[in-house]
């Protein structure tokens, strides 16, 4: 009978379950929270409190839901698991920071992300093509094979200490007595002879010589249960890695989720600019426009400062940063030497700081709106 392994909360009324048949997922509780006992479950610390058991998962009030009824929600909310991992990568500065910086490590991710989605596709492919024959057991049986190094090595990159699976270990065994290394396995511990008249779409025979033994067994394999178990243990081991990169993230955001960036920059921000224009047709304002420029200098420094805590000064967001330095410096030093002070120049550079500016404040509310909500 289906159970569930383990229960826990992930963000908002998102559980991360994994069930007794090795699949694993999200499941939303939100759509029964307008539902008899189920209101219950809207106060979040209560949330918290679920629990495992044979049958699904449940609490203390008595509010619960079968393992069918998880593994069916699970399955219809799913998404393209190596996508909803490569997709929070890309979007996370958090989690960029940590892998971007090692060449080797970044390097090994992306190739192993790829490789994930081909040999995906390869066995799709399989599964469409009408072709039957040597060739195309052989590439189903080594798609297997990649696709779970890959999991492996997108797992060693990102730190996630992935537990075994059993259905995929047998997979991995079957490949290995198969096409890895029948002639010859485990240094003349056994020998392996797949039947070729035996080839079909879903399924061949193997023959398998165990040495100390002296005896021979034959394997009818289910090459259609391999491809259900590969997508399963895979999908799994995907769900596995994306809770734990959500943790990353999630925990990042929290720390710094009550500093809000566009508030490092001033409310009188339009009003120094404004000075600063003025200051290009009067000389008598270039002393107020002069003092005006430390106090953008420090909102510009103090931004990038907030922005680099988080990982979010990316290269594009450090290039306005600098050019924003670059004009007041500019700026400043106009004002300094007013033997060469030309207004118009001097407007040039306050529009260009102006536009900069700008665009750091877009740059600083697009980071504080994401870090308002938990990823998921």
Request: proline fraction near 1%; include cysteine.
């Given at each position: 009978?289906l159970g569930v392994r383990s ?12 069930l007794?048949?090795?699949k ?5 509780v ?8 189920f209101v219950r479950?809207r106060?979040?610390d209560?949330l918290k409190?679920?629990?495992p058991?044979t049958?699904g998962?449940?609490?203390p009030e008595?509010?619960d ?5 998880i593994e069916?929600?699970?399955r219809n ?6 996508d909803k ?11 960029l920071g940590m892998?971007?910086?090692d060449?080797?490590?970044w390097?090994m991710?992306?190739s192993s992300?790829?490789v ?6 390869a066995?799709?492919?399989y ?7 040597c060739?195309?057991?052989y ?6 094979f990649l696709?779970?190094d ?7 990159v990102?730190?996630?200490d992935?537990p ?6 047998w ?5 290995n007595?198969?096409i ?7 240094n003349g511990?056994s020998?392996?002879?797949?039947s070729?008249?035996?080839i079909?779409?879903h ?9 100390k ?8 394999v ?5 491809i259900?178990d590969?997508?399963v ?9 994306h809770?734990?990169?959500c943790?990353?993230?999630n925990?990042n955001r929290?720390?710094h989720r009550?500093i ?7 409310s009188?921000?339009?009003y120094?600019?404004?000075k600063?224009y003025e200051?290009?047709?009067s ?8 003092s005006h420029i ?11 400062k907030?922005a680099e ?7 594009h ?9 670059y004009?007041?410096d500019q700026?400043?030093?106009?004002y ?5 002070f030309d ?13 900069k500016l700008?665009?750091l404040v877009?740059?600083?509310?697009e980071?504080d709106?994401q870090y308002q909500?938990?990823t998921?």
């Open positions: 009978m229960v826990c909360h992930h963000n908002g009324y998102v559980l991360f379950v994994e007794t048949n090795d694993s997922g999200y499941f939303d939100s759509p029964y929270l307008d539902k008899g006992i479950l106060d979040m209560y409190i679920v629990k058991d049958f998962i449940f609490w008595g509010q839901f079968s393992a069918d009824t069916h929600e699970i909310m799913k998404e393209s698991c190596i991992v490569r997709g929070l990568v890309n979007s996370s500065r958090k989690i892998v971007l910086p060449n080797k490590s390097n991710l992306c992300m790829d994930v989605g081909d040999t995906d596709q066995i799709s492919e599964v469409e093509n009408q072709e039957t024959g060739l195309q057991l590439g189903l049986l080594q798609a297997f696709q779970q890959a999991i492996g090595s997108i797992a060693q990102l730190g996630v992935l075994g699976h059993s259905k995929l270990k997979i991995r065994e079957i490949r007595n198969a890895g290394h029948p002639t010859n396995r485990g511990r020998f392996h002879y797949i070729r008249a035996s079909t779409k399924k061949f025979a193997m023959l398998s010589h165990i040495a033994e002296g005896s021979d067994k034959f394997i009818d289910d090459i259609d249960r391999l259900e590969q997508r243990g895979i999908d799994s081991q995907l769900e596995k890695i809770y734990h990169l943790q990353i993230e925990k929290e720390e009550d809000i960036l566009v508030e490092t920059f001033h009188s921000l339009d120094l600019l404004q600063i200051s290009c047709h000389d008598d304002r270039i002393g107020q426009a002069k430390p106090m953008i200098r420090e909102m510009v420094e103090e931004f990038s907030q805590s988080r990982n979010e000064l990316d290269e967001t450090n290039y306005i940063s600098g050019r924003c330095i004009a007041l700026l400043d030093r106009f300094s030497e007013q033997s060469e207004g118009q120049v001097v407007e040039v550079y306050c529009t260009f700081l102006e536009i700008k665009e877009d740059i600083a509310k980071i709106t909500k938990d998921s």
